[in-house]
T-cell receptor, first 116, second 110 residues
Framework: DAGVIQSPRHEVTEMGQEVTLRCKPI?????LFWYRQTMMRGLELLIY????????DSGMPEDRFSAKMPNASFSTLKIQPSEPRDSAVYFC??????????????FGEGSWLTVV | GENVEQHPSTLSVQEGDSAVIKCTYS??????FPWYKQELGKGPQLIID?????GEKKDQRIAVTLNKTAKHFSLHITETQPEDSAVYFC?????????FGQGTELSVKP
């Protein structure tokens, strides 16, 4: 399997622009996670889906952030409008069952976002 | 909510020495504790995990120990090699989520 695939790998955008990050989870995995990594806050869980349904979005920072999973093989994380403080590495991850129950969470290689 | 504290934030050792990273957690209901390794420019990758029904688990040069009473767990790497240089994260499950520590940047000097 190719693993979790994220795009773009790098994005530089101007403040106020819309940013869309994309993710293809590992085939057959029922859980999909979006994490954000910064030096200050470490790895934060933003939202996770089970069978394409959002289960917990309590980590989404504010209304500027939204995530969708229209089908089992695709998810997006959108930031509109973007701000410099959104600069971070965004990871998509997936697992066969609930990662918190002891099932391995597999991470993608991340999308490095810089908002100037 | 769950809080996972990880120490130290940076660790430098000589090749061949041992490295120990420690984590504490706050949720007494946590029962799953994975460790992830993140190499530069890549996503975190699971290297070992432990469940609350065991106190220690070993996989070649890597071992984890768990003290549920004290709510702390540790990662031990023996005979360190330059390729062990990376950022290591501990995590604990809480309320159906994995909560990560802040990470430890390990540098192994040849």
């Amino acid at each position: 399997d190719a693993g979790v695939i994220q795009s773009p790998r790098h994005e530089v955008t101007e403040m106020g622009q819309e940013v869309t990050l994309r993710c293809k989870p590992i085939s057959g995995h029922d859980y999909l996670f979006w994490y954000r990594q910064t030096m200050m806050r470490g790895l934060e869980l933003l939202i996770y889906f089970n069978n394409n349904v959002p289960i917990d979005d309590s980590g989404m920072p504010e209304d500027r952030f939204s995530a969708k999973m229209p089908n089992a093989s695709f998810s997006t994380l959108k930031i509109q409008p973007s701000e410099p403080r959104d600069s971070a590495v965004y990871f998509c991850a997936s697992s066969l069952m609930a990662g918190s129950s002891g099932n391995t969470i597999y991470f993608g290689e991340g999308s490095w976002l810089t908002v100037v | 909510g769950e809080n996972v504290e990880q120490h130290p934030s940076t660790l430098s050792v000589q090749e061949g020495d041992s490295a120990v990273i420690k984590c504490t957690y706050s949720d007494s209901a946590s029962n799953y504790f994975p460790w992830y390794k993140q190499e530069l420019g890549k996503g975190p990758q699971l290297i070992i995990d432990i469940r609350s029904n065991v106190g220690e688990k070993k996989d070649q040069r890597i071992a984890v120990t768990l003290n549920k009473t004290a709510k702390h767990f540790s990662l031990h790497i023996t005979e360190t090699q330059p390729e062990d240089s990376a950022v290591y994260f501990c995590a604990a499950n809480s309320q159906r989520k994995l909560i990560f520590g802040q990470g430890t940047e390990l540098s192994v000097k040849p």
